[in-house]
């Protein structure tokens, strides 16, 4: 028999919360800083930047808090904007994946995934060679991501089922062929850069050489791909 997809999306809570709490935060900031600025600049000593105490504290009402109060709540509304930008709705079918994020969307076929797990606030789903499909921010718990899964017969893990294999990527260690040692090099550029769409396209390399990476900061540590 088969069971109605289920969608998990924010909350409207959580939607609200996400609207509405940057701006009101920058709203908070605009009218208690310039008294918190003119205290500090009262105490008379040196003050790590200064000169922005000094401009916050010349902020005395009128046209100039309202200034502030318009940057600080537009501020905060660009925050709402790229946090609902990168959140994930997530639609469980029993035969596929759908996953929409911002304008994009991608579909996965329940037999094309190997397995599917948390990783601190991110979504993993990994092929039936252990390959990264998806790596994203969902607009759900772990624990409703779990019951939905699992509910519609998915490889559900609460942790990474390959974590024991990962080692750190050293440059010189020798544990691995010239050609991936020669990519995570690059990698590893990339990743202090912060260059998200060349790191993404690195580990992409990496997978056709039979192994898969994964970040934490800008260390990358490194796993030869599984078969499941």
Known sequence: MTSEPTVLALSRTDRVLILCGPAALGLLLALVLPPVARWLAGLGGPL???????????????????????????????????????????????????L???????????????????????????????????????????????????RHGYP???????????????????????????????REVALRRKAAKETAELRAIVEKLGYTVRDDGDQQFWRPLVRS
């Open 156 to 186: 559900w893990h609460d942790e990474d089922p390959f974590g024991e294999l990962y080692h750190r990527w050293l440059p010189d260690s020798g544990e691995l062929p010239t050609e991936v040692a020669a990519v995570l090099s690059a």
């Open 48 to 98: 790590p930047f200064g000169f922005v105490v000094k401009i916050v504290a010349d902020v005395d009402g009128g046209w100039q808090l309202a200034v502030q109060v318009a940057i600080l709540m537009t501020l905060g509304a660009l925050v709402s904007a790229e946090i609902l930008r990168r959140v994930t709705r997530v639609t469980v079918a029993d035969d596929e994946v759908e």
């Open 100 to 150: 929409r994020t911002a304008g994009d969307r991608q579909t996965f076929a329940r037999l094309d995934i190997g397995a599917l797990y948390p990783e601190r606030d991110l979504l993993i789903l990994l092929d039936r060679d252990s390959r990264h499909l998806f790596h994203g921010e969902p607009g759900a718990s772990r624990d409703r991501l779990g019951d939905a899964f699992r």
